[in-house]
């Protein structure tokens, strides 16, 4: 488990490197869907590491699961308006706050939530993330002019365009898990 948070911690290392965050923040599609989803991902590798270390924040704060997720939807709802991509390319302070809320305040949370909220919670929050993703599709899509001062408008439209494709796969992961009984998986991972 330590090594998942070492991980974690050089994922997100990298992500904050200044050559790779110019890089990924260059163009569109690329600083949402991959820069922004690492940094979350680093969030959830490190995870671990804060559940060991902060035991009794995260029983008392998070026992049930559903405050840490509804941070990560906050967070993460917050990341996907276009006002926040701007500011984060064009200030400092902000793009600060990316790189703090989507790891240590998206993440983290999210993996300390996910085996607390159950099955049900689980589908809840795939179903809030298809609706965020077909939001932002119809959004960069049907937008007639610019949204994002520091990007051109065929970026916001392929920024659209693989917002569906997410919700789509999303979808379609949901719809087979009533139809698939991940039981036996999971109790082989709880024995392991």
């Not at 804060?50 to 008392?60: A, H, I």
């Not at 967070?75 to 706050?97: C, G, K, T």
């Not at 920024?159 to 039981?183: M, P, R």
Request: with cysteine; glycine share 6%.
């Amino acid at each position: 488990m330590m090594k998942q948070s070492f991980y974690g911690m050089l994922l997100f290392i990298f992500l904050a490197l200044p050559p790779v965050a110019a890089i990924m923040e260059s163009v569109m599609i690329v600083h949402m869907h991959m820069q922004m989803t690492f940094l979350v991902i680093s969030g959830l590798l490190m995870g671990r590491f804060f559940q060991l270390k902060f035991p009794q924040f995260f029983s008392k704060w998070n026992r049930n699961g559903i405050p840490g997720i509804l941070l990560f939807a906050v967070i993460w709802s917050y990341w996907m308006i276009p006002r926040a991509m701007d500011e984060a390319l064009m200030i400092q302070l902000v793009e600060l706050f990316k790189f703090v809320s989507l790891p240590f305040l998206a993440g983290v949370p999210l993996r300390d939530s996910w085996k607390k909220i159950g099955s049900a919670g689980q589908r809840i929050v795939f179903g809030f993330l298809i609706l965020v993703f077909s939001v932002m599709a119809w959004l960069y899509i049907g937008a007639d002019s610019q949204i994002c001062n520091n990007y051109l408008q065929v970026e916001q439209q392929t920024l659209g365009w693989g917002s569906l494709f997410i919700g789509a796969l999303l979808l379609v992961y949901v719809i087979q898990l009533f139809f698939i009984d991940t039981t036996a998986y999971e109790e082989a991972e709880q024995s392991s």
